[in-house]
């Protein structure tokens, strides 16, 4: 059975940091980048940043570059995203997810979800 657990939500102040897991099981973690994203209410789900297991490379949206990082531990099939310097528009569910080797920003290139973990970040 395919999962994707995230973990490490909560509430933080802006300005604040938190480190989200995506913790992979169920498939081959290396024929799959693991992307993440958010979405907040009413609001169309958002690519975040994704890491590519071809060659590492990664990706982030302009609305967090040089504020989150992306990181992957092939040994314990898990991707984390360390989020720093919290805005309070980063308030959203976030969701972790597997996809094609190459990486993708769009979340329809995406075959296996998570459930979410909830970031709120306090003004």
């Known amino acids: 059975e395919v999962q994707l657990v995230e973990s490490g939500g909560g509430l933080v102040q802006a300005g604040g940091s938190l480190r989200l897991s995506c913790a992979a099981s169920?498939?081959?973690?290396?024929?799959?980048?693991i992307g993440w994203f958010r979405q907040a209410p009413g609001k169309e789900r958002e690519g975040v940043s994704c890491i590519s297991s071809s060659d590492g490379s990664t990706y982030y949206a302009d609305s967090v570059k040089g504020r989150f990082t992306i990181s992957s531990d092939n040994a314990k099939n898990t991707v984390y995203l360390q989020m720093n310097s919290l805005k309070p528009e980063d308030t959203a569910v976030y969701y972790c997810?597997?996809?094609?080797?190459?990486?993708?920003?769009?979340?329809?290139?995406?075959?296996?979800w998570g459930q979410g973990t909830q970031v709120t970040v306090s003004s």
């Open positions: 169920g498939f081959t973690f290396d024929d799959y980048a």
């Open positions: 997810a597997a996809g094609p080797r190459g990486g993708s920003s769009w979340y329809g290139d995406y075959d296996y």
